[in-house]
């Protein structure tokens, strides 16, 4: 077993999200120390390792509380865990088509602002709301 600061330095994780993780219940600790220190074993290293990865996806938090349900599911589908990633993927296709709209919006306004040594500037007023 080992205590958090260990168990963070195992999985590539911060201590305060280790923390986190389990003050939220997504990865709780497999117990505690005599000092009440949270203590983890191999089982709850994976799953912070799992979780670590699933961020890193992009996956929120309730996603992976979602994903790491199948994952200990042993009468687990498939078909269920595809579902959560193909609506990831659907989530991650919405933001990037907001993202080029954004970026197409600032590139006009880089375009119209001069650059020069004057005052005006049409990405401020834009920011500002002014026409």
Sequence with gaps: MLNIGSAAR???LPTKTVRYYADIGLVAPGGRSEKGYR???DRELRKLVFVRRARA????VESCR???GLYEDQNRTSADVKKVTLNHIEQIDR???ELKILREELAHLAGNCK???RPDCPILSSLAGER
């Excluded at 996806?57 to 929120?60: A, I, L, M, V």
Aim: glycine letters at 16%; proline letters at 0%.
């Design 10 to 12: 195992a999985t590539g």
């Design 39 to 41: 203590l983890y074993d």
């Design 57 to 60: 996806f992009g996956f929120s």
């Design 66 to 68: 979602t994903l790491l």
């Design 95 to 97: 933001k990037l088509a």
């Design 115 to 117: 650059g020069d040594d």
